[in-house]
């Protein structure tokens, strides 16, 4: 099957979805799937795995790899680093090949070390914080997503230029992608001659009350809030602005930008702007991947889908050109061959960021994200 896995995502009957117990063979190439499978960030991590069963279903129905059938081994991590250790640590030793995930940034960092030190490829589909590429630390990561340093431009960028506002007040959760993408956002700040950053705060994440920074927001004459972090607090901080009757712009990140938000933050969410990975609707494969989405699990999918889509086709298809479970056959593969995926036709960089991913932004309307053109 030979340079086969990436064409025709459709070949593959979709009337039955992928069976883990039956793929247990000893001689299987083992591909583990790890991120936040329960808890308040479920929302992020279980895309991923409704991703990774519909690649491997139709791989497994064309023959496998290399004449051997691709086996799940699917683990949670919570989007928590002192979860995500024993996640890896249990995917190690349970001998997986390659491994899909993790989700969350700090999840990412925390696992990263154990599967470096066993020689196991990681792709992320969400993991943005740039140190994970950038610090020439982990050069078994690869991710399908652009970096904090991206979305943070894009998202001052909009802020300034487009909504024309100057007086921004920086908020962040504290943690490895939602503090990172904030440091970001205030460095563009400070250094434009049109920007001002007004106030710059952490939240801690889990509280029940945001008043304080919220009232924090207010007295600092902010016209716009850029915040950095993950959807329970910006529907938390949301929620309280608008009760206190704060209409400013509020901008967040792909840590926000997911219907979960929506339906926790109701009404309030209606106008906030995210940013999120690039719109892919006029490429083919994007809509056929959405599509096979719809006919198994009857419903659209959730945030990083196609991101993680790609992750898996990138893996599976390095894997089938290596000709190996090699893991520097594996890596070189991915440096050096193209994969056509829902995101375009991919390959990754010296520093495992894959080629030609961006985002773009978007806002709620009339409750659904729509991107602003």
Do not use: W
């Not at 991590?45 to 791989?59: F, M, N, S, W």
């Amino acid at each position: 099957m030979k340079k086969g896995i990436q064409h025709s995502i459709l070949a593959a009957s979709m009337s039955l979805l992928l069976s883990t117990p039956g793929l247990m063979a000893a001689d299987t190439i083992k591909l583990g799937v790890a991120g936040p499978h329960s808890g308040d960030l479920a929302s992020y991590g279980i895309p991923t795995i409704k991703a990774a069963e519909l690649v491997v279903q139709q791989v497994n129905a064309r023959g496998g790899i290399n004449g051997k059938q691709v086996e799940l081994l699917i683990e949670d991590d919570v989007c928590k680093p002192e979860v995500a250790t024993n996640t890896a640590t249990k995917l190690v030793s349970d001998g997986v090949h390659a491994v899909l995930g993790h989700i969350c940034s700090g999840a990412t960092k925390a696992a990263l070390p154990i599967y470096n030190n066993s020689g196991i490829v990681v792709i992320s589909p969400s993991a943005t914080n740039p140190g994970l590429t950038q610090s020439g630390d982990y050069p078994n990561f690869f991710r399908t997503i652009a970096s904090d340093d991206a979305q943070a431009r894009k998202e001052v960028d909009f802020v300034i230029d487009v909504l024309g506002l100057s007086k921004i007040a920086v908020i962040h959760d504290k943690g490895d992608y939602g503090k990172g993408l904030a440091e970001f956002a205030k460095s563009f700040l400070e250094s434009s001659p049109k920007a001002e950053v007004v106030l710059y705060e952490g939240v801690t994440p889990g509280a029940v009350d945001y008043s304080a920074v919220v009232q924090k927001i207010r007295r600092s004459g902010a016209e716009a809030v850029i915040f950095g972090g993950y959807h329970p607090e910006a529907s938390k901080i949301i929620t309280q602005m608008r009760k206190k009757r704060m209409k400013i712009p509020f901008i967040s990140d792909d840590g926000v930008k997911d219907d979960t938000f929506i339906k926790v933050a109701g009404k309030n969410a209606e106008g906030v702007y995210a940013s999120g990975p690039q719109d892919n609707s006029k490429n083919p494969l994007s809509a056929e991947a959405i599509q096979s989405h719809k006919t198994v699990y009857g419903s659209d999918p959730g945030a990083f889908f196609e991101n993680a889509y790609s992750a898996a086709l990138a893996i599976l298809n390095a894997i089938d050109n290596a000709g190996s479970t090699d893991y520097e056959a594996i890596r070189k593969a991915l440096h050096e061959k193209k994969t056509n995926t829902p995101l375009g036709n991919i390959n990754f960089d010296a520093k495992g960021d894959a080629v030609g991913v961006g985002f773009g932004m978007y806002q709620v309307k009339n409750g659904v994200f729509v991107e602003v053109k």
